[in-house]
């Protein structure tokens, strides 16, 4: 026991100790703005170390209300986009270093806590690793690029895992849903004022050319869950407070003008009948609803879906499908496709690495490329698994507020399956910090 009292005396000293001297090292080379970021940082770390809670109530808000920027420059993997780094990944990596600083200390708390997710988890990372790895042997990988992808990839296991590991009530369920709908209530009402200056809307803070893709499949996700929280209420007021937030969330969803979003909110919708219990009232309703869109839509979201179509008409460089020729844009994506799939046969078992080959803007194909066959199976395994659990406590769960949250989820989780045809959107932080 003296033994151990003595380690947890010892560890923050040492932790302590390499604090001041890196701050010792750098504080004179730095500016006073990056003096100011170092001592923020310092801060989070501090309070993260003191209360996980607090620490996952600043990942909820900096992950949507964060600026992005880029560091270095990058070989091949992302055709000169380098590697997007936002605020919230440095605080998630703060974070994360303060929490396994406490889970040195306090043993008990445990650093992975047991969960279905843990082997699909590891062997995905495992196979990421190694197939970067030997991508970087063979110079396929920017081993810099490479690094910065993986730890992202990483950063979803360090949230779920600390989410995993703290949660304990019903209360702690409740004020983090909270949380994560009153940011996404924020996004929302600052995209709806951005509408007005013209352009496709995206999330704030997202740069010059901003995200609107990556938006819209946030937001079709947020819509899934408060529609299974509304559909599961018992209280009046609650609905309203739903309804209202659907309102809210949808009206800048269409105006990102992402047909990417667009396509995965029908999924997303009809998952909702699904795990409806009065199946034939909510079908009704979205139908009344589908039938009463193509009247009350904006025209930049008729005309963005229209150019699909319409485009490409009198144009011979484009796709046809089925006899219908695509718009450019999307003739250009499945191009892109079809000449990956052909490049996937050089490196079949374990690909290219992370980053080993050019952007590919579709997840499931990005997957295969940078992980080979073996990646895509260990990949699928995992999805397949989050959905067995997702639908196992949706069908048990008996209090409303966990059945309206894993209804929505669940819901939610088939919209942005398909989202990911045309985003690469599990290994975008906003979407999945949800």
């Not at 209360?51 to 270095?72: K, N, W």
């Not at 303060?98 to 495992?126: D, H, Q, V």
């Not at 795990?275 to 869109?293: S, T």
């Not at 639908?391 to 989780?413: C, H, N, V, W, Y």
């Amino acid at each position: 026991m003296r033994g151990q009292t003595t380690l947890q005396l010892v560890i923050p000293l040492v932790i302590l100790l390499f604090i001041l001297i890196g701050f010792a090292t750098l504080i004179p080379t730095l500016t006073p703005t990056k003096t100011l970021a170092l001592m923020g940082g310092l801060i989070i770390f501090i309070v993260s170390f003191v209360s996980t809670e607090i620490a996952l109530y600043i990942l909820i808000f900096s992950m949507l209300l964060s600026p992005e920027f880029i560091i270095g420059a990058t070989r091949g993997a992302t055709l000169g986009r380098g590697v997007t780094l936002r605020a919230d990944d440095f605080i998630l990596v703060l974070i994360g270093f303060s929490w396994l600083a406490r889970m040195a200390i306090n043993k008990e708390l445990g650093l992975f806590l047991k969960t279905p997710l843990n082997k699909p988890i590891g062997y995905y990372i495992i196979i990421c690793l190694v197939s970067t790895l030997l991508g970087a042997i063979f110079g396929k990988v920017d081993l810099k690029t490479g690094f910065f992808f993986v730890l992202k990839y990483f950063e979803y296991v360090i949230v779920y895992f600390m989410v995993a590991n703290h949660l304990r009530s019903k209360t702690q369920v409740r004020y983090f849903l909270w949380a994560l709908l009153l940011t996404c209530a924020i996004v929302s009402v600052i995209g709806i004022a951005n509408i007005p200056g013209g352009g496709r809307v995206s999330a704030p803070f997202e740069g010059e050319a901003g995200e609107p893709n990556t938006f819209g499949g946030y937001l079709v996700f947020m819509v899934a869950v408060v529609a299974g929280l509304l559909m599961h209420s018992r209280s009046n007021q609650s609905r309203l407070v739903y309804i209202f937030l659907i309102g809210l969330f949808a009206v800048p969803l269409l105006y990102t003008q992402s047909r990417t979003s667009y396509l995965a909110a029908i999924p997303a919708i009809l998952s909702l009948v699904w795990v409806a219990k009065r199946k034939y009232l909510i079908l009704a309703i979205l139908l009344l609803i589908g039938f009463a869109l193509p009247l009350i839509a904006p025209q930049v979201v008729k005309h963005r879906v229209a150019y699909t179509f319409t485009q490409g008409k009198n144009r011979r460089d484009v796709v046809a499908v089925a006899g219908v020729k695509l718009d450019t844009s999307t003739s250009a994506r499945l191009v892109t496709w079809r000449e990956a799939l052909k490049d996937w046969s050089d490196h079949p078992v374990l690909g290219y690495g992370v980053t080993g080959y050019r952007f590919v803007d579709a997840q499931y194909v990005r997957v295969l490329l940078e992980s080979g066959i073996l990646g895509l199976v260990l990949f699928f395994f995992l999805i397949a698994t989050i959905f067995r659990e997702a639908r196992r406590i949706q069908k048990t769960a008996e209090d409303p507020m966990f059945k309206g949250i894993s209804s929505g989820f669940l819901a939610g989780f088939i919209g942005v399956l398909f989202h990911a045809i045309g985003a690469n959107t599990f290994i975008i932080v906003r979407i999945m910090e949800p």
